[in-house]
């Protein structure tokens, strides 16, 4: 998994009740990049970030992580190299405090008490959580619980970070610590978001998904630009790319 470079061929994944989640999804995105995800309620964003480690396997076509296609022998080394920010908290936060949940992962990767209490707190500091440690985790306000699963994630210091809305329900304050503290990472991001400023800030490459398929991958400015692409997308071009709303002056063609 040296490369870390994650792929998707051709994978295509329908829930069992039938509803198709991914149709015919191809991609390579390497090293180092910023990838945003983005399009319509419904669009497969969530779907697909599953199959990055795992959580769902592609009925037609393979997803890899590194070399190799995701399979039950590497799974456990796919989850330490995808670090992966559920869309809702609750889906990630288990432990009886919020501290134990963000050391939960730095344990299970074999750390001593000490170096996952140590990582955990550091993880918290970063997001601003630190006060929350002792908080049940099921106690949390929306924006907290966000803050305590990106906390989660961080503590494993994951190679590849796959976020599905991580900004929603943060506050301006968290939403811009988030922003820069992401703009640090240096590894690879791939962020299922509709905050397509957060999209336009962070990621120089995205992936516009509509009904399962992938309608357009380029570069982020390129695509957001497009007004046909947008409108078809169900989406609305990022605040800062519109003209001020006040002296009616226009943002740059
Ligand atoms: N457990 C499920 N069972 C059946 N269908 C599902 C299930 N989860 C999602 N779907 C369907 O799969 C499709 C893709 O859903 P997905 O959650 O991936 O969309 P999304 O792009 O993440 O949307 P959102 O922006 O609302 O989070 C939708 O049609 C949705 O109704
Ligand atoms: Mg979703």
Do not use: W
Request: hydrophobic fraction near 40%.
């Amino acid at each position: 998994m040296s490369h870390h470079i994650t792929e998707a061929a051709n994978a295509s994944y329908s829930y069992p009740d039938g509803t198709v989640g991914i149709k015919n999804i191809s991609f390579k995105i390497t090293h180092g990049e910023s990838v945003a995800l983005v399009g319509a309620n419904g669009a497969g964003k969530s779907t697909l970030l599953l199959h990055l480690n795992g959580y769902l396997s592609p009925a037609k076509g393979e997803i890899k992580i590194g070399d190799f296609p995701i399979t039950s022998k590497n799974l456990k080394d796919v989850r330490k190299t995808v670090g992966m920010v559920f869309q809702y908290p609750d889906d990630q936060l288990f432990m009886p405090t919020v501290l134990e949940d963000v050391a939960f992962g730095p344990l299970n990767l074999g750390l001593s008490d000490e170096q996952a209490l140590k990582k955990a707190i550091d993880a918290l500091k970063i997001v601003g959580a630190e006060h929350l440690s002792d908080r049940p985790p099921y106690k949390l306000s929306g924006g907290e619980k966000r803050s305590a699963a990106i906390a989660a994630v961080l503590a494993m210091s994951p190679n590849i970070l796959v976020m599905d809305e991580p900004a929603s329900n943060l506050d301006p304050g968290s939403r811009r610590r988030l922003i820069n503290l992401l703009k640090t990472f240096k590894h690879t991001k791939i962020i299922a978001t509709h905050d397509l400023d957060m999209a336009l800030e962070l990621c120089e490459r995205t992936i516009i998904l509509c009904k399962g398929e992938i309608k357009a991958d380029g570069e982020t400015v390129k695509l957001f630009k497009d007004d046909n692409l947008i409108n078809q997308s169900g989406l609305e071009k990022p605040l800062s790319m519109q003209g001020c709303p006040i002296c009616g002056k226009k943002p740059c063609p």
